[in-house]
């Protein structure tokens, strides 16, 4: 009788890791879905790289940013 209630606890406990296992939602790879974010040179603001302007090796957020710091650095 007692061999018959381990081996009953032995494939609940399996049961129980295989449900478990099955169950998660598979993870998702951060470098999927991250995307490098750069400082604007004239105010600071920080966003994606992609939303970004690049002139003389600075990033800017908007075009107005861009044109003022060229003419403050003539």
């Known amino acids: 009788m007692s061999r018959l209630i381990f081996l009953f606890a032995i494939g609940a406990v399996v049961y129980w890791l ?3 296992y099955l169950r998660q939602p598979p ?3 951060i470098s999927e879905s991250s995307e490098d974010m750069v400082r604007c040179s ?8 992609s939303e970004s302007i690049l002139a003389g090796g600075e990033f800017f957020c908007c075009e ?5 710091h060229a003419e403050r650095h003539k």
Do not use: F, I, N, W
């Not at 107005?64 to 003022?68: D, L, M, N, Q, T």
């Open 18 to 20: 295989l449900k478990s």
């Open 42 to 49: 004239q105010c600071g603001v920080h966003l994606p790289k």
């Open 64 to 68: 107005a940013h861009r044109r003022e």
């Open 27 to 29: 993870k998702k790879d």
